[in-house]
């Protein structure tokens, strides 16, 4: 299994922007995600880009808002993102796909690997 390291959380005001980084210990050949869990909620899905990072996929709550990009050579996935909004507070967390799922993308059990979150808190 690869690992993963988020770093880039903090403290933003509404409005503002933060660049997450994820790095991984290899290469990841699947896809990989953002997903984030705010105190006392389920972990949700945030977004997703394919291998390649030609295809990505967001949560409705972000788009237009967020987002994502992968460097490969560097094994390293990226989330900017704009316009924060106090409800984007959350850990933060990257993941990769397992290499044979039968879930969506959007979906937790699709992945295998996990970071241990970054913090993101966006105050009003």
């Known amino acids: 299994q690869v690992q993963l390291v988020e770093s880039g959380g903090g403290l933003v005001q509404a409005g503002g922007s933060l660049r997450l980084s994820c790095a991984a210990s290899g290469r990841t050949s699947t896809t990989t995600a953002w997903f984030r869990q705010a105190l006392g909620k389920e972990r949700e899905f945030v977004a997703a880009i394919s291998w390649s990072g030609h295809s990505t996929y967001f949560a409705d709550s972000v788009k237009g808002r967020f987002s994502i990009s992968r460097d490969n050579a560097k094994n390293t996935m990226y989330l900017q993102m704009n316009s924060l909004k106090p409800e984007d507070t959350a850990v933060y967390y990257c993941?990769?796909?397992?290499?044979?799922?039968?879930?969506?993308?959007?979906?937790?059990?699709?992945?295998?690997?996990w970071g241990q979150g970054t913090q993101v808190t966006v105050s009003s």
């Open positions: 993941a990769a796909e397992a290499q044979f799922t039968r879930y969506s993308r959007s979906d937790q059990r699709s992945y295998g690997s």
